[in-house]
């Protein structure tokens, strides 16, 4: 590997190079575009494309594209070669300001829930000049917004932008109340970490299930699963370890700085984290390492698997989004120090999320929710359902004064003695973690356990952002006409822990009696993707939105019918492939098994030999009884899908049967599967097993 110092940033076009490479007159206006938000002069574009064209080159790149995250949860790009053609029949090199701002995809094939029809086609792509290009694949990649012609936005990254832009709004109004001169912008920071599975491709090629839906659809549990906790940060085998380290090198060059890398709980799981980083650039590179883990697996013979569930019975993949608040002069807004009962500062800020996420509950559900985080969320391997904040016992400690007057002091963690006189006295944090929380406060910033591994974080960190934008303009408000902001603050305070409290759980989120407690305290227990989608079109979320500007009604109900399409989409085709396996895969390979066992049955019996066939006879007798019921489940699947698939008009009401009507019948028709898979002749059976996918690497 080359020294990382190298090749870190080596295909960005960051700060560095745009110093290096741009007249000082250029960098300072860009740069004052980047901080400040201000327009981007036509004239300064020409010359960064000027720039950024003749280091692409130099890279190697031959061809530019607009590279954007559309509403199908992936990224997209269109791209096009610098060659412009010439009188003499040569070409010479060439990319303007203009193709540098904007481009024009065709915006009707995209999911826009409505708001394109087929016919019409124009869209635009934004030079997103807060986010660095960089170069990949041989194309100079240049982030950017996505939106229709008629000025909706039709991707992820236009309303975080917003988003992010209005809770800076609101924050510096809050800083500045309390008496704050110097912050003039607020950032969000996020560092999200990604879980996936690797399994091997030859493995992967075999089974249908994988290769269109990213999920197995069938699979008896293997002898072993993860109830050793054997893989959970245990060492890595050569082949993963190979695997990840290239895609390491490979995020490096991006500017990607992935740091910490290890073998998750389940086998054939492992993680990658990011050091933090503003939120939309992490959006970015968050993309780009779902991107390079897939690419690169398949170089080393393997595929990576980002679906939330992808084997039964044993732990799914989530990303935890680390997510926190900076101002531009270096202060974490959510770094309580070390005395947080007289962090005033720290309280209103701690106090304002708490009440954004317990006033906007199913709103945050909904940016956790797809097909396949349905398999997880309250399955007692993630977070439940149920929206609630951990912060542990020195800030419970500091809520509850604050419930009764001011807070006087902090508990504090001291030092753990371990036992053993050579080992250090270790400083011991003011409070422990709690693992099955969805929202987790952990030291200086909140981390929202319940995003999709699968998903962009663009949904969850501009709900999030918004919603605690709209809680700090109300105590924006309060501030600034208070006669007495001290008072006013210790008010603030009083009344948010009151009234918002209940959110606020520190036990274990995995017991049945915290079901029980959360419905008495009045919190939304949001079981399914279908029902969470309904969050979109509730007026009190599509008024926050509309307020902040961050998307407007239109657009909201654009995204409720896009992921409502989507989920029917999804679990139309999960049981389309479970159908055609079972009958094209599992019942031949069945009927051959029972034919077999018949014949040697009978071969035995034509020798005359009094021998003891009742084994034979009770294994003949229990697989002819479960492949009918095979063959009875696959039609009275197929009945739903076509029940579900021609229910047109009501979108939610055709979602709503393939959630509780085809996705329970796919349920009916694993159960008998796996029980047959357990029976019959491994050598016979279709497709590798649990054992074969997590254990062959």
Not at 283 to 305: E, F, I, P, W, Y
């Amino acid at each position: 590997m080359s020294k990382l110092g190298e090749i870190f940033g080596s295909n960005v076009f960051n700060d560095a190079v745009m110093k290096e490479r741009l007249p000082k007159a250029t960098y300072k206006a860009l740069k004052k575009t980047i901080e400040e938000g201000l327009p981007l002069d036509p004239a300064v574009a020409d010359v960064v494309a000027s720039a950024m064209k003749d280091w692409a080159l130099e890279k190697g790149a031959t061809h530019f594209t607009h590279w954007f995250q559309p509403m199908t949860g992936i990224t997209a790009e269109k791209h096009d070669s610098f060659i412009s053609p010439t009188a003499d029949g040569k070409a010479i090199m060439e990319f303007s300001g203009k193709e540098l701002i904007k481009g024009e995809p065709d915006a009707s094939s995209f999911p826009s829930g409505g708001l394109r029809a087929t016919f019409e086609a124009r869209g635009y792509t934004a030079w997103d000049c807060t986010s660095p290009a960089f170069i990949k694949d041989d194309s100079l990649c240049i982030p950017t917004a996505f939106c229709s012609y008629t000025g909706e936005a039709l991707d992820k990254k236009t309303p975080l932008l917003r988003s992010m832009e209005a809770l800076s709004k609101q924050a510096v109004r809050v800083l500045k109340a309390l008496g704050n001169t110097t912050s003039q912008n607020v950032i969000t920071t996020v560092g999200p970490e990604q879980e996936y599975f690797i399994v091997d491709k030859k493995a992967f090629d075999q089974r249908k299930d994988l290769i269109f839906t990213g999920r197995t659809l069938f699979g008896a549990k293997p002898p072993k699963g993860q109830e050793l906790e054997d893989h959970y940060f245990g060492s890595l085998k050569e082949r993963i370890s190979a695997y990840m380290k290239e895609v390491d090198e490979e995020l490096w060059k991006l500017g990607v700085s992935a740091k910490t890398k290890h073998n998750e709980v389940a086998p054939a799981q492992h993680e990658l984290a990011p050091i933090f980083t503003t939120t939309n650039i992490a959006t970015d590179h968050n993309q780009l390492t779902m991107d390079t883990m897939k690419k690169v697996a398949l170089r080393h013979g393997l595929v990576c698997l980002l679906h939330e569930k992808p084997f039964a019975g044993i732990n799914g993949s989530g990303k935890h989004n680390n997510w926190s608040m900076a101002t531009d002069d270096g202060m974490n807004l959510l770094d309580p120090g070390h005395t947080p009962h007289e962090n005033e500062q720290f309280l209103v800020f701690l106090c304002s999320v708490i009440k954004a996420v317990d006033e906007y509950a199913d709103f945050l559900r909904v940016s956790a929710a797809n097909p396949g985080n349905d398999h997880r969320l309250g399955a007692n391997e993630a977070p439940p359902a149920i929206i609630s904040i951990f912060l542990g016992e020195q800030l419970q400690d500091i809520l509850e004064q604050l419930e009764n007057g001011s807070a006087t002091s902090s508990k504090t963690g001291g030092h753990m003695e371990i036992g053993v006189t050579t080992l250090p006295a270790l400083p011991k944090d003011a409070t422990d973690r709690n693992r099955t929380s969805p929202f987790a406060f952990t030291g200086n910033k909140f981390e929202f356990r319940m995003v999709p591994s699968s998903a962009s974080i663009a949904a969850p960190n501009y709900i999030l952002n918004t919603i605690v934008a709209e809680v700090l303009s109300e105590v924006a408000g309060r501030l600034e006409k208070a006669s007495s902001v001290k008072a006013e603050v210790k008010s603030i305070l009083t009344e948010y822990v009151t009234k918002h409290k209940k959110v606020v759980f520190n036990g274990n989120g995995y017991s049945d009696e915290w079901v029980v407690e959360a419905e008495k305290r009045g919190l939304p227990n949001i079981k399914t993707t279908v029902e969470a989608i309904k969050a979109l079109i509730s007026e009190k979320n599509i008024a926050v939105m509309e307020k902040h500007g961050v998307l407007s009604k239109v657009e909201m109900e654009s995204r409720y019918e896009i992921d409502l399409e989507n989920y029917i989409k999804t679990i139309n085709i999960e049981a389309l492939t479970m159908i055609e396996m079972a009958k094209r895969e599992i019942l031949p390979a069945v009927i051959k098994f029972t034919t077999n066992l018949a014949g040697s049955i009978n071969t035995i019996k034509a020798t005359g030999v009094a021998a003891d066939l009742t084994a034979q006879t009770e294994l003949l007798i229990e697989v002819s009884s479960l492949t009918a019921a095979l063959k009875k489940n696959i039609a009275v699947l197929e009945e739903a899908v076509d029940k579900a698939a021609n229910a047109h008009g009501d979108t939610y009401a055709q979602a709503s049967l393939f959630r509780f009507d085809v996705f329970e019948k796919m349920g009916a028709l694993r159960g008998v599967a796996d029980t047959l898979e357990t029976l019959v002749d491994k050598d016979v059976w279709p497709m590798p097993t649990y054992a074969e996918l997590l254990f062959n690497i």
